[in-house]
């Protein structure tokens, strides 16, 4: 089984419109067209949709490494509405340790505007995943 596959699982992302572009060990990338479902009361993509594209992407890159792991912290910084177009979630690693893993995504749009900020802290638990551990 490849990651991606795994993620076809999380059914709350698949039905958000999130596709997953690419994914190594500590570093992914989501990508998510706007679509009217996506936007809120005043017509701007709704900060809960951006945080999911943030959040698959790194929840991609810290299980890339094989073992499960699980949000324990998040964070997010809406700098920059948006309303149209396509929005990326680039997640790279900042410190990997046995039981914790530090994150930080970037959330642009396809004018490359820096959109938000998201920061992460995953638990690392022993249980390994059902593809090959690519680390």
Known sequence: MDIKDFFKE????????????????????????????????GNVVQGGAIFTLADLAF??????????????????????????????????????????????VDVTDDKDNLIAVFTATAYRKEIALPFHNVQ
């Open 59 to 104: 929840a991609a890159a810290v299980n890339a490494y094989g073992n499960l792991a699980l949000g324990i912290q998040t964070s997010i910084n809406y700098l920059k509405s948006a309303s149209e177009g396509t929005l990326f979630a680039e997640a790279k690693m900042i410190n990997l340790h046995k039981k914790l893993a530090y994150f930080h």
């Open 10 to 41: 999380d059914r709350y992302a698949v039905h958000s419109g999130i596709e997953l572009v690419e994914v190594k060990p500590g570093w992914a990338k989501t990508k998510m067209v706007i679509c009217d479902m996506h936007l809120n009361a």
